[in-house]
């Protein structure tokens, strides 16, 4: 069984290919020369001895090398995550060696391949850099080494550690970038902006006897009365207000943008948001919803809610239905009893489904401060902004004109009836979104 084993990993090296094919030519050329053919048959026995001492090397040791593949907890989506390869040899010659790592099956990478050499009783680092595109669990499957001596006749196989799995959640790493933005004064360089909050606000904290320097803006005439002296109101600065996060999940969602879908998008913008909500001392929620309600998360700023958070968002996909605006405005009626911040993840392509939903975000904004976050399809907007020449070329930048101006007009529509709304890139989702959250909060709109 040893002897299969062996045989199995062992495979043919480039170099012993060539050497055969120049024997072949030798001995073929032989037949009319027959010096020729000494010289062949005497290259023959060298290439077999030395093959046969490159295998000696290479199986003097029953297992001289071991192997490792070090993956992080977990994945960040839409990210460069890093692998780290732990190679360790117990040869005593310098090898060759080369990587095949089993990737996960969503990758679809059939050609990947690592490159080194492994100096003898040494261990190695290797590092390479993968990005998934969707979240959910990844399976990877064996680690191969093929090793090789200087001579290159032989190679021998060595596989390494079962199958593991490791997941894919919303992408932290942008989460983490945006959150310290959020706070850094330099941050204006990466697009967040500095807005001036407000010295005044509204929320009322106690009644006290007025002295000499308090606003008397302030003044309590009511309760000045009742004393027979001067009463002033003191306010203190709004703290945990809640805000919810409502991501759509239908089909409109499905649109893909660089390789990630507008849902993809909207996931890691509602993270980061969260975040920079948390680290503000508001309550955060969630309500996913297409066609049915698929996560509701009371709004919260506790230790580990987070989590829960990223939790919630780690398994959802997009649904192939409408999504119904009626349930979701009957949900928020029942379960969201206070006035909080909304902020709405969803997308329309024409006007005729805004205007089928408008009323249900008509009532919401009514009892709330409601955000419509929707997305510019910016490769209609540079193809409406091309030049062209030919008639078809012509029609092409005629739609993209009409339906980017749609998009324009949809804007005005929901601005008309007093709805706030942000049309915005997918690229640019994230630091749109939390500029918007942070000067609503600095104008104590909420």
């Given at each position: 069984m040893r002897l299969i084993g062996w045989f199995k990993s062992l495979f043919i090296g480039r170099y012993l290919l060539i050497y055969l094919s120049i024997l072949t030519v030798l001995f073929l050329f032989g037949y009319w020369w027959e010096w020729l053919f000494d010289i062949a048959l005497v290259l023959?026995?060298?290439?077999?001895?030395?093959?046969?001492?490159?295998?000696?090397?290479?199986?003097?040791?029953?297992?001289?090398l071991s192997g490792e593949r070090l993956l992080p907890e977990k994945l960040s989506n839409g990210d460069e995550n890093q692998i780290e390869l732990v190679l360790k040899s117990d040869f005593r010659v310098m090898l060759i060696v080369e990587v095949i790592d089993e990737l996960p099956v969503q990758f679809q990478s059939r050609d990947f391949l690592l490159c080194t050499k492994l100096s003898p009783g040494s261990t190695q680092k290797m590092t390479y850099t993968l990005r998934p595109k969707a979240r959910?669990?990844?399976?990877?499957?064996?680690?191969?080494?093929?090793?090789?001596?200087?001579?290159?006749?032989?190679?021998?196989?060595?596989?390494?550690?079962?199958k593991?799995?490791?997941?894919?959640?919303?992408?932290f790493i942008h989460m983490g970038r945006?959150?310290?933005?959020?706070?850094?004064?330099?941050?204006?360089?990466e697009g967040i902006k500095k807005t001036r909050r407000l010295g005044h606000t509204l929320e009322f904290e106690h009644i006290k006897e007025y002295v000499p320097g308090d606003d008397i803006r302030n003044?309590?005439?009511?309760?000045?009365?009742?004393?027979?002296?001067?009463?002033?109101?003191?306010?203190?600065?709004?703290?945990?207000?809640?805000?919810?996060?409502?991501l759509d999940t239908g089909r409109a969602m499905k649109m893909p943008f660089n390789g990630l879908s507008l849902l993809d998008y909207g996931v890691n913008s509602a993270l980061a948001f969260a975040n920079v909500?948390?680290?503000?001392?508001?309550?955060?929620?969630?309500?996913?919803?297409?066609?049915?309600?698929?996560?509701?998360?009371?709004?919260?700023?506790?230790?580990?809610?987070?989590?829960?958070?990223?939790?919630?968002?780690?398994?959802?996909?997009?649904?192939?239905?409408?999504?119904?605006?009626?349930?979701?405005?009957?949900?928020?009626?029942?379960?969201?009893?206070t006035r909080s911040l909304l902020v709405l993840y969803t997308n329309f392509e024409h006007i005729g489904a805004l205007k089928?939903?408008?009323?249900?975000?008509?009532?919401?904004?009514?009892?709330?401060?409601?955000?419509?976050?929707?997305?510019?399809?910016?490769?209609?907007?540079?193809?409406?902004?091309?030049?062209?020449?030919?008639?078809?070329?012509?029609?092409?930048k005629?739609?993209?004109?009409?339906?980017?101006?749609?998009?324009?007009?949809?804007?005005?529509?929901?601005e008309r009836r007093g709805i706030s709304c942000l049309l915005t890139p997918p690229e640019q989702l994230t630091v749109n979104t939390i500029n918007r959250y942070l000067s609503i909060k600095a104008k104590n709109l909420l």
């Open positions: 023959s026995v060298i290439l077999v001895m030395a093959t046969m001492w490159d295998a000696l090397r290479l199986y003097g040791k029953r297992q001289g959910g669990e990844y399976s990877f499957g064996e680690l191969h080494v093929f090793i090789q001596t200087s001579l290159g006749l032989l190679k021998r196989r060595f596989s390494f550690g079962d593991s799995t490791c997941k894919v959640y919303p992408s945006y959150a310290f933005m959020a706070l850094n004064p330099k941050a204006s360089t003044m309590n005439w009511k309760a000045s009365a009742k004393k027979a002296d001067l009463m002033v109101n003191v306010f203190q600065e709004q703290k945990s207000q809640p805000l919810y996060v409502l909500g948390l680290r503000k001392q508001d309550k955060v929620g969630l309500i996913c919803f297409s066609n049915q309600i698929h996560q509701a998360l009371p709004a919260s700023n506790r230790k580990g809610h987070l989590r829960n958070f990223s939790d919630s968002l780690y398994r959802l996909e997009t649904h192939f239905l409408d999504s119904d605006f009626g349930l979701l405005y009957a949900t928020i009626n029942f379960k969201i009893p089928r939903q408008l009323p249900y975000l008509q009532g919401l904004n009514r009892k709330h401060l409601l955000v419509v976050v929707i997305f510019e399809n910016t490769t209609l907007s540079v193809l409406a902004q091309s030049k062209t020449d030919s008639v078809f070329g012509v029609y092409k005629t739609i993209a004109q009409k339906l980017t101006l749609e998009k324009r007009q949809m804007i005005l529509e929901m």
